[in-house]
């Protein structure tokens, strides 16, 4: 939850609560989402305004993993899970996802470090780059902050985190901004070792300095953290006019406290509310108060140790424990578990255009689909024609302009097709699942034998392309430009995440006579990439020619195309924050039916700075292809993985589509029907 102002207090007073402190040769628990949300914000090339530089944002993780590797630290990465929302959570999460809203609807080059949101797949891509090396990922089934602190404290584990709330646990928490990553190697006689710089929290100093038992310490942050009393309640009559600053506020809560025996804390703290608003401060209570002997899921999971934490469905029905285990090992985001308890599907930010339709609207048939998969578990034998499943609602947020509104939906309809049972998902043939798969994806049998043509590790990649093109229209120079990211991003690894064509899966493969794509991605020349990058360098496509440039932003005009690419499309990346949503939910619908096509981290082929750059210099030149003829081997894939496309799509997205835009959240729900 965290309280406003108390890290800032801690750093202010510098050695009085912290200490300098080397980190090595230890375990520490990570507030995985503290730590990926901030090696995110403090670097410089993310470009956020372009809507996710994922390799680049690969190697940032690796980096920093690499780091904790050489000095032998062993990290528990921790994720929030998605259940726990109350109604005082709700409110608080609501603000947060207006302010979210804001940020993504205002951010430009020019203010993108103001307005960075964190990307759609930062989650994703930060977990990968924790299990490439090993590192043990959990995804906690609530918000994680009191387990993980209860889970430290019990194991005397440091925590490494910026949230204030493991401050009032009372554990050994490291600031996440007083790790010094350039000041790492240590030297001793006949022996070299390495270490993290730091600063560690010193929670038995922090009590004496207050002359708190340690006992009475999470109440502060009750007392500190929360806007449902008046503050100025705790203090005297006369000092109820007094403006506290936050040192005054600390020190009047103290001394409240010191008044009381621990037993008594809660209902006095209780007394202070009106009656309506009591429940809620209950549970706020109990999340910050007699935290000692409460189980934890991750001691169970972690330790094999203590009591298993039984999840139930909306319908109150046990989960399936495959899927239980699915989730604490962060195979499924935490929104999958609200879906299947609660019925509701939350706002999504990502940069778009304010005027556009919501970008997760060309998505929703997927949701639905998915949505239908886990709520099978509550309601048996569905059929996306059923009668019953009209019944059962969905409860979605929607941008609508400029502000988030909600709508109950079915949550599916379509042809009829049974729906495979969340509980069943396990034992079913693969390609019972790869059918359901192809149904809510609308894909025909000749287009599922198509993609297969393709790399395995691209295959949802295309698949997704092809939902995305029939769903919103893309314009040519924006399918292309997808087409042309793909295959340089895959082939040459000139973008940040280190595939290059010696990694490559295909690379080694002498070619399949009967496989034309696969034939002609396995005999890429390493000369004609160079090439090709170097083409795409002297035409401003690429981060490296224009590495600060002043964007000026601009529309599309048909009647004077500009080749000019410093100029700033925000359509443009609407219409890829679109493809990355239907990419998002492909994706997790395939892992949640077990895989029916091959698992990829085909994002990392995603710079979305790159592949704007690259929209526009298409869109300027017709004629685009015919730049890489003197690349030979480049030429005749991107030839032919056009061509091929072209005939996944019956050659739609070479039409213009402009004009079917559509224009507001009725129009689109319309058509979804919902």
Same mark, same amino acid.
């Given at each position: ?40 914000? %403090? ?45 005082? #959570? ?16 205002? !951010? ?21 780059? !924790? ?12 918000? /994680?902050?009191?387990?993980? /602190? ?11 985190? %910026? ?22 190697? &240590? ?10 710089? !730091?600063?560690?929290?010193? @929670? ?33 009559? +006369? ?20 008044? +009381?025996?621990?037993?008594?804390? =809660? ?38 140790? $203590? ?51 919501? %970008?997760?609207? =060309? ?8 949505? @239908? ?29 400029? *502000? ?67 769903? *919103? ?23 940040? +995440? ?6 490559? =899966? ?7 006579? #009967? ?13 004609? !990439? ?14 490296? %020619? ?20 410093? &100029?700033?499309?925000?359509? *443009? ?16 619908? #395939? ?16 710079? $979305? ?5 690259? /929209? ?42 402009? #004009? ?15």
């Amino acid at each position: 939850m965290g309280i406003r102002g108390l890290f800032s207090y801690i750093e202010k007073q510098g050695d009085k609560f912290l200490k300098d402190h080397e980190l090595t040769s230890t375990t520490v628990i990570v507030d995985a989402n503290n730590l990926a949300v901030t090696i995110y914000k %403090s670097s410089y090339d993310m470009d956020p305004a372009f809507g996710g530089n994922y390799d680049k944002l690969f190697a940032k993780y690796c980096d920093f993993n690499s780091l904790l590797k050489q000095c032998n630290i062993t990290p528990i990465m921790v994720l929030n899970g998605g259940l726990g929302v109350d109604n005082r #959570n709700r409110n608080k999460k609501m603000k947060n996802r207006l302010d979210r809203l804001r940020k993504s609807t205002k !951010c430009f080059p020019g203010n993108q470090n103001r307005n960075n949101v964190f990307p759609l797949f930062g989650e994703e891509v930060f977990i990968n780059a !924790c299990k490439m090396f090993n590192f043990k990922v959990i995804q906690n089934d609530f918000e /994680a902050d009191e387990e993980t /602190a209860l889970f430290a404290k019990g194991m005397h584990y440091p925590v490494l985190s %910026s949230d204030s709330d493991f401050l009032i646990f009372g554990v050994k928490q490291i600031p996440l901004n007083s790790l010094n990553r350039g000041m790492m190697a &240590k030297y001793t006689p006949g022996k070299r070792s390495s270490s993290l710089k !730091c600063k560690i929290f010193l @929670a038995d100093k922090f009590v004496d300095y207050l002359s708190l038992p340690s006992t009475h310490l999470p109440y502060l942050g009750v007392l500190l953290g929360d806007d449902l009393y008046d503050f100025k309640s705790l203090t005297s009559p +006369h000092n109820a006019q007094k403006n506290f600053n936050f040192q005054s506020r600390m020190d009047v809560a103290a001394s409240w406290l010191r008044q +009381h025996k621990i037993d008594d804390v =809660p209902v006095k703290i209780l007394s202070l509310v009106e009656e309506e608003k009591k429940e809620d401060l209950k549970k706020l209570l109990a999340y910050y108060g007699k935290t000692e002997g409460k189980p934890t899921a991750l001691e169970y999971f972690l330790k094999g140790s $203590g009591k298993e934490i039984i999840i139930n469905s909306k319908g109150n029905r046990a989960l399936p424990q495959w899927f239980m285990t699915a989730s604490r090992e962060a195979m499924f985001p935490p929104w999958i578990l609200r879906i299947v308890c609660a019925q509701e599907f939350f706002y999504f930010a990502q940069v778009e255009e304010l005027k556009e339709p919501y %970008s997760v609207l =060309p998505a929703m048939d997927i949701v639905k689909g998915l949505s @239908a998969v886990l709520l099978s578990h509550d309601y048996r034998n569905i059929s996306l024609e059923s009668t019953n499943v009209k019944v059962a609602q969905l409860t979605v947020q929607f941008r609508s302009g400029a *502000t988030i509104e909600e709508r109950n939906i079915p949550f599916y309809e379509g042809q009829c097709v049974t729906v495979p049972n969340l509980e069943d998902i396990p034992l079913l043939p693969l390609g019972t699942k790869e059918r359901f798969f192809n149904q809510v994806m609308k894909l025909n049998d000749f287009q599922s034998r198509t993609i297969k043509q393709f790399p395995k590790d691209i295959q949802m990649f295309i698949g997704s392309m092809i939902f995305w093109n029939n769903q *919103t229209n893309p314009s040519s120079h924006q399918v292309d430009a997808l087409i042309m990211m793909l295959v340089v991003q895959r082939s040459v690894g000139k973008y940040g +995440h280190g595939q290059n064509q010696a990694s490559d =899966p295909f690379a080694a493969m002498e070619g399949d006579p #009967n496989n034309t794509i696969k034939n002609l991605w396995s005999r890429l020349d390493k000369s004609d !990439c160079d090439l090709a990058i170097k083409i795409l360098e002297d035409r401003g496509c690429t981060q490296k %020619s224009i590495a600060k440039p002043k964007y000026k932003v601009s529309r599309y005009d048909n009647a004077a195309k500009s080749s000019n690419a410093c &100029k700033y499309y925000k359509r *443009t990346v609407h219409k890829y924050a679109e493809f990355q949503m239907i990419l998002y939910f492909v994706t997790y619908m #395939n892992r949640l039916l077990g895989c029916p096509y091959p698992e990829t981290n085909s994002v990392l082929c995603f710079n $979305g700075f790159f592949l704007h750059n690259l /929209a526009s210099y298409i869109f300027s030149n017709s004629n685009w292809i015919e730049t890489f003829s003197t690349c030979k081997s480049v030429y005749r894939l991107l030839k032919q993985v056009v061509l091929t496309f072209s005939s996944l799509t019956k050659g739609q997205y070479k039409q213009d589509h402009s #004009n079917e835009r559509l224009r507001n959240l009725d129009d689109m729900l319309m058509r979804l029907k919902v």
